[in-house]
């Protein structure tokens, strides 16, 4: 350890240019940190703000190179600052990235206290990044459980692959324009798009801040007229009043519900009475397919049909049943490329029906 104080390091090689790699990083990092309670302001007089308190203040901001913030760590010690670097150095990959926090550790003390500081607080946290279960996880949320990125935004903003399954609810549906419909889980909005189409009116809600943002985007329209409203909330815990819709759909995200009685109970308390529920089931069968890998499968709740029901029954809702639908059709008429066609041969689901 340097008598000043220690440095922390960490780099990694990224297959992108400087310029794309910057911006990719300084997003996401600034992402990361608000889902933490800390925000990041960017640019020349950029400052890090947690709980109203400057952490940080930007020195240097030379976009697609370097960054340099100085750092306080401690508001019982203003005059204890350090130096946070980010470089972005052209390599034979692409780009280097390198996260560097000089002049740390003087509050710790020396020895025992920074090797205890730096195993818990660093190292151990940089190892279980790259456990299986942290890993798995990290993707899970990443692409489908909590979606967040540019290859996310990018898929939810048009899955088309989705829409097969998108039209047998819709169709299911028979949507009227006196119809209030919610969707649980709305992803980037896609069905939503759809479903307006025939003159309803919607509510949706996803936990993901990302896809909530992008669904909106995506809604504008339709949400200027007020004729849909998308919230950030959990299926387990809807923002709406009893008896509220006429109508309930989810698509994609019963699997990854951990208590789904409780969930579809909550869809009921907002239906009105004689509501009606679609919902796309979970199929065993699909565990560890393309429409369900690993990691995700295994993290995924699978769910027979005659448990679906019983399921839904228990939540309280009647005329129940699981039905299956030949895909083929409905993926031929979302413009689904002919040679994937055959993805959706024979009959597809479940889908949940049920009624308040
Ligand atoms: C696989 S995506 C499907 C998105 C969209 N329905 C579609 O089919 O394109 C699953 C979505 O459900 C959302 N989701 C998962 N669990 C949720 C929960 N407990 N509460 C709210 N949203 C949830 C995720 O954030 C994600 O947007």
Known sequence: MKKNGTTVSTSIH????PAAAFKSVVGELKLALARNGIQFEEGTNGRVVQKEAEIGRIKTWKRDKHIVIEWRPASW???EVGIVELRFKPSMVGTEVVLKHRQWGRLIGEGTEIAGWFSSEIAAPFLRAMTPQTLGDWITDRKARRPSGPQSRAIYRDPLFHYPNFRVILSELALKPHDYLLEVGCGGGA???EALKSGCRAAAIDHSPEMVHLATHENSEAITDGRLTIYEANANKLPFADSTFTCAAMTGVLGF???LVDAL????????QGGRLVALGSDPTTRGTPAAPEPMASRLHFYEDTELGDLARKAGFKEVSVVRRDMEQFAREAGVPKEALPLFAGPGGP???ATK
Do not use: C, Q, T
């Open 77 to 79: 010690e203003p005059n």
């Open 351 to 353: 889908f949940l029906l």
């Open 191 to 193: 069905m939503l798009k």
């Open 14 to 17: 990224i297959a992108l240019k």
């Open 257 to 259: 519900l951990s208590d």
């Open 265 to 272: 109970s909550e869809i009921r308390r907002v239906l009105k």
